[in-house]
């Protein structure tokens, strides 16, 4: 199973980012689906994350100004990044639960990263 991400760079304050990431492989289903980031020196967080029937969660300080969504026919996630600020600056993972088969359980995977540079 791989996990690929797509779409950050480098944006000036204010402006928009969508990421993209595509779950390819094994896979027999996906539950939740997620993006964390992780700034130079701090833990990675939670950003946003999206359920199979698209329930939504986000943390606080992105509400408002980020959007996730998924396909489920493609196996990917979305996030739109709209005002973006110095602070979203981080690099983004992409996180999926999922099973490989209908005999194993569910574990986490994991993208290789994205860079998102915000400047002010």
């Known amino acids: 199973v791989q996990l690929v991400e797509s779409g950050g760079g480098l944006v000036q304050a204010g402006g928009s980012l969508r990421l993209s990431c595509a779950a390819s492989?094994?896979?027999?289903?996906?539950?939740?689906m997620g993006w964390y980031r992780q700034a130079p020196g701090k833990q990675r967080e939670l950003v946003a994350a999206?359920?199979?029937?698209?329930?939504?969660d986000y943390t606080d300080n992105v509400k408002g100004r980020f959007t996730i969504s998924r396909d489920n026919v493609k196996n990917t996630v979305y996030l739109q990044m709209n005002s973006l600020k110095p602070e979203d600056t981080a690099v983004y993972y992409c996180?999926?639960?999922?099973?490989?088969?209908?005999?194993?359980?569910?574990?986490?995977?994991w993208g290789q990263g994205t860079q998102v540079t915000v400047s002010s």
């Open positions: 999206i359920t199979s029937g698209a329930k939504t």
């Open positions: 492989g094994s896979i027999f289903s996906i539950r939740a």
């Open positions: 996180n999926a639960d999922l099973r490989e088969t209908w005999r194993t359980y569910f574990s986490d995977y």
